[in-house]
């Protein structure tokens, strides 16, 4: 049985050492067939490496690595390209003074790669540009350059406006240099998390072709399902295949939906327990600075309609949170929907681990709730799975009480009805439901719909300072349960909130 490639991005090594590997060389092929411009933005630990120096052993001729694959007998292994291999995805930058030594550091070790040496006296961006000019003379063939994480340097310092912008404005100098180098130049892939409006760090390739959503490379980073009942058939014969697809799989980019690697190699190790592996590999707290510059609809955020404008619309000085969520793999396209003159995404999270990962964060950020989290969340479930709808209230009663008065000091987020719905939902998707917010029926829209086995919940919530029963009667005269009906229990919650006591006043529930 072959070993599990766990943090391995070396192609030789996962070749020479006998690790699993899943072909992707028929994408590699179909890409370098002519020489271009690439740009491909795909989520942290996607397999984004791994895909750049597989393309780095193709251009540099090892046809022996190759065997076996689908590349072996198609690729002319004759012609050999020098290749500058850039990453900037080690470490945290926090000044351009770091930076500097960094690219310093990156650009030494393609100098020993190429047997070049750049002039001590050359900044790093004249000894970049010396690197193309001196490798196109010295191999007699153009270059290819592949940069990897081109974006970090600005997302280490997201937070901090003014050094991002020093960051984006460095590094756009410092990648100018391809333009300026293009007779040079054979092929260039560049590879990150984010992209950066109108690609403003490479302003000057305008040839630059972004592959992020085109469905011939929809699987060139990730597994696939059909990966893991093949390439890994030996690792998971005992796995239940459904529960795995369940919480791992569901990333869409116009091809198969695909599976983060590094999900199913640590499910593999850990012996079938499933955890939250990718997501506890990050530091997603920017996002919770990014929540507190508005009042955000949490419902709304995981059941978004977007153009491409939107999901494009990300750079230091405008940051769009849907976007970042989509680019950063928290949020996934689940449609493509066409309309007159543009075209539409829906989104929503890709699957149960990112689901219940980012709803918990939802929580910290609505309710600054984090030592009595578990035991909300484990009572939710408890009196929804029984099921124990009084006891269901009391905990949601309960829960809101907690929420301290400080945390509104500085926020009027109590005042709008949304908020209550916001930290209902958090917890229920938190827990692992299947939830719809917004749920469109025939005759309206209910606030939040939520599925457990073989029940089904259907809520509405109102926000007064009275008790009035609207919530109840408005489920019950739109009939929002009909398009549940195969369900075998449905149950109807209408549930009143108070601006003034921040709490539950009113609340009913019915069974159909």
């Known amino acids: 049985m072959k070993y599990l490639p766990i943090g391995i991005q070396t192609l030789s090594k996962i070749i020479e050492g006998n690790f699993v590997y899943v072909d992707k060389t028929e994408i ?272 709304e955020l995981e059941n978004f309609t977007a153009n491409e404008e939107i999901l494009n619309t990300f750079d230091v000085d405008k940051i769009e949170l849907v976007a970042l969520l989509w680019q950063t793999g928290y949020l996934t396209i689940v449609e493509e929907i066409p309309s007159g003159f543009s075209i539409k995404y829906k989104l929503r999270t890709p699957n149960k681990e990112v689901q219940t990962s980012l709803n918990s964060l939802f929580i910290t950020y609505l309710t600054n709730q984090t030592k009595d989290k578990l035991k909300y969340q484990d009572k939710l479930y408890n009196m929804l799975d029984k099921p124990d709808l009084d006891g269901f209230k009391e905990a949601l009663f309960t829960l809101f009480a907690s929420i301290s008065y400080t945390n509104f000091t500085n926020s009027k987020l109590y005042e709008y009805e949304g908020y209550y719905g916001s930290v209902v939902y958090a917890y229920l998707a938190s827990i692992g439901l299947d939830i719809i917010p917004e749920d469109i029926t025939n005759l309206g829209r209910m606030d939040l719909s939520a599925k457990l086995e073989d029940k089904v919940f259907i809520f509405e919530f109102k926000l007064s300072e009275k008790t009035t029963g609207e919530a109840l009667k408005q489920i019950k005269e739109k009939q929002y349960w009909e398009k549940y009906q195969d369900f075998e229990d449905i149950y109807l919650i209408g549930i009143e909130f108070s601006r003034e006591k921040r709490n539950i006043i009113g609340y009913e529930w019915e069974k159909i």
Request: aromatic letters at 16%; a neutral charge.
């Open 28 to 299: 590699a092929y179909n890409l370098i067939q002519k020489a271009g411009y690439y740009f491909l933005s795909r989520p942290r630990r996607f397999g984004k490496s791994l895909f750049l120096d597989t393309l780095k052993e193709i251009f540099g001729g090892n046809k022996e690595l190759f065997k076996g694959l689908y590349i072996y007998d198609k690729w002319d292994w004759e012609v050999k390209y020098p290749v500058l291999r850039i990453s900037m995805g080690s470490g945290v930058i926090k000044s351009i003074e770091n930076l500097q030594h960094n690219l310093r550091g990156i650009l030494e070790d393609v100098e020993e790669d190429l047997n070049i040496n750049c002039k001590k006296s050359l900044n790093v961006k004249d000894c970049f540009k010396y690197m193309i000019k001196e490798s196109y003379k010295k191999y007699n063939q153009k270059v290819v350059i592949l940069i990897d994480e081109y974006d970090k340097p600005i997302l280490d310092n997201i937070t901090d406006k003014e050094i991002a912008r020093e960051m984006r404005d460095a590094m756009k100098d410092f990648y100018g240099v391809i333009k300026d180098n293009d007779a040079y130049v054979q092929f260039v892939f560049i590879t990150g998390v984010s992209k950066f409006s109108k690609m403003n760090l490479f302003s000057g390739l305008n040839n630059l072709e972004d592959i992020t959503l085109h469905p011939d490379y929809g699987n060139i980073c990730g597994y696939t399902h059909n990966d893991l009942l093949t390439v890994f058939s030996e690792h998971l014969q005992s796995a239940d295949m459904e529960k795995v697809k369940l919480w791992y799989n569901g990333y869409n980019y116009f091809g198969d939906k695909v599976y983060n690697p590094f999900d199913i190699l640590l499910f593999i190790s850990n012996k079938f327990k499933f955890k939250n592996y990718w997501w506890s590999t990050g530091n997603p707290s920017f996002l919770i600075e990014l929540l507190k510059t508005q009042d955000y609809y949490i419902p």
